[in-house]
């Protein structure tokens, strides 16, 4: 069994950074890519960030490319998100999960583990 917890979230004023950390349980954790999905009230869950299962190969949302940074560190099991210039419109429960496979994927049916989330809210 495969847990995720996703740790970061909080408060901040538009233009502020935070970064969020997701760990992961198991020994196969650099076998699977893991990828970042947000999901803002009475809105659909939308992909963010992903990262390859070696770390080589990521991939942004346009909403947050050139804002948000992937990384992961497979040694301790975690993938982080490093969130700068955050706007309110980047208010959103936060979710990280697991995809069965090293490459990346746009699309949260490609993923099969999936974390509690975390509240990001964004002051104006």
């Known amino acids: 069994q495969v847990q995720l917890v996703e740790s970061g979230g909080g408060l901040v004023q538009a233009g502020g950074s935070l970064r969020l950390s997701c760990a992961a349980s198991g020994r196969t954790f650099n076998y699977y890519s893991i990828g970042w999905f947000r999901q803002a009230p009475g809105k659909e869950r939308e992909f963010v960030a992903a990262?390859?299962?070696?770390?080589?190969?990521?991939s942004y949302a346009d909403s947050v490319k050139g804002r948000f940074t992937i990384s992961r560190d497979n040694a301790k099991n975690t993938v982080d998100l490093q969130m700068n210039s955050l706007k309110p419109e980047d208010t959103a429960v936060y979710y990280c999960a697991r995809r069965r496979y090293s490459g990346t994927s746009y699309y949260s049916s490609a993923y099969d583990y999936w974390g509690q989330g975390t509240q990001v809210t964004v002051s104006s």
């Open positions: 990262i390859s299962s070696n770390g080589g190969s990521t």
